[in-house]
């Protein structure tokens, strides 16, 4: 498994990276590399073939909380 830090990604076209929730950040440019950065830090990704993006290892714990919650109120409220 490599690992590469944000900073070290190559941008020659958009990479999709994950964030703490559930969703994906699209980086396609050093504006938007940058803005990751300042949001989350120059954190250490995985590169996940079968979904194409990658993977922030660090996350994984807030990323799964976050899942519990949003499966909760969908149990709740409903899901669209």
Same mark, same amino acid.
């Given at each position: 498994?490599?690992?590469?830090?944000?900073?070290?990604?190559?941008?020659?076209?958009? =990479?999709? /990276?994950?964030?703490?929730?559930?969703? =994906?950040?699209? =980086?396609?440019?050093?504006?938007?590399?940058?803005?990751?950065?300042?949001?989350?830090?120059? /954190?250490?990704? /995985?590169?996940?073939?079968?979904?194409? /993006?990658?993977?922030?290892?660090?996350?994984?714990?807030? =990323?799964?909380?976050?899942?519990?919650?949003?499966?909760?109120?969908?149990?709740?409220?409903?899901?669209?």
């Amino acid at each position: 498994m490599v690992t590469m830090k944000i900073s070290q990604l190559l941008i020659t076209d958009t =990479i999709r /990276v994950e964030t703490q929730t559930d969703a =994906i950040y699209l =980086i396609s440019s050093e504006a938007e590399r940058f803005r990751y950065m300042v949001s989350f830090g120059d /954190v250490r990704t /995985v590169w996940d073939a079968e979904f194409g /993006v990658f993977r922030v290892p660090a996350f994984a714990t807030k =990323i799964e909380k976050y899942t519990e919650k949003k499966m909760r109120d969908c149990a709740r409220y409903g899901c669209e």
